[in-house]
């Protein structure tokens, strides 16, 4: 197994990390257009090969994409953050020319690769990447909805004071501070719903600090997270290229499914060594529902904006 991830900054690095500590390749290649930056962060993490004990070897290139050659996933992280104040789709007109270079170039060499998006705003990158490169539309998925859930279950986890592995909990929709979905109805501790647990106000809130989970760390660093978001990245690659066929919420082509079309958006979805294999349809009631349209609306103006920006 093959590896690369693009963008050797605080999430590429992070996820790199992760891939490497959890062994989900042989080779593993980081690639960064600044120079000399991703081999440190390769050489970096290869160093704790005999600390954590993982046989994965860890390289950095820059710009070098021969070196990514026969890649089975890709996952893209280049491209800029948001500062305090702004929101994910600020980024939209530096990224989406970021995105769709490197989805081009990493094809070149890796015409097999599932694609990964992460770059923000991640919802309409993921669709870029599915139009720009003509992929199969099990081959492109954006992660957002991991991440988003994993907040979910750590501030749930504070309101029960249980353990967070214990936690069933999902966020569908866009990947955006106002776009994302909670799905509080639906979430569990081990079986039983946590609303039978927290007052509808306590949930009201959990939900409020989930959505703007990242604009929340982004004003506390000066930069967004990089944690959460590289492990999210890395759960996400394990069901791949393990084929767990594990159950994530995930960034997909829509055909009909949830009443959209022509939007990539977040969804539960299996994921295996064929990408996302299908989606699960959760039997949303009209309130959710109603959510999820909004959210849909929301992701399709940004969408409309590539066409100013992408020849
Ligand atoms: N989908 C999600 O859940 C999340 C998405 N993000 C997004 O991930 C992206 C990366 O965030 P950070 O790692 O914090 O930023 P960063 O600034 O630390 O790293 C970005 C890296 O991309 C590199 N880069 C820029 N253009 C490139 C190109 N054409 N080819 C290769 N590398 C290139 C830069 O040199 C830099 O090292 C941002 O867009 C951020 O908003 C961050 C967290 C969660
Ligand atoms: O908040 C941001 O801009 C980065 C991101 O997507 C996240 O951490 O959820």
Redesign the pocket.
Known sequence: MKITV???????ATCADNIARRELAEELVI????EG?AEGKALDIMQTASLCGFDTRVKGVT?DYAATAGSDVVVI??????KPGMT?EE?IGT?AR?VE??CKSALEYSPNAIIVV???P?DTMTYLALKATGLPKNRVIG??GI?DSARFKCYLQKELDCSANDLHATVIGG?GDTTMIPLTRLATLNGTPVSNMLSADTLKQVAADTMVG?ATLTKLLG????YA?GA?GAELVESIVRNQKKVFPCCVSLEGEYGQNDICLGVPVVIGSNGWESIIDYKLNEEEMAAFNKSAEAVRNMNQVLDTLVA
């Open positions: 693009v963008g050797a900054g605080a999430v590429g690639l960064d257009i600044k930056f710009n992280t280049s491209g800029i953050p948001r994910r980024l990224n970021i270079t490197v992460i770059s923000n991640m992660m957002g991440l990947h990242g930069t967004s997270a990089w978001p999210a």
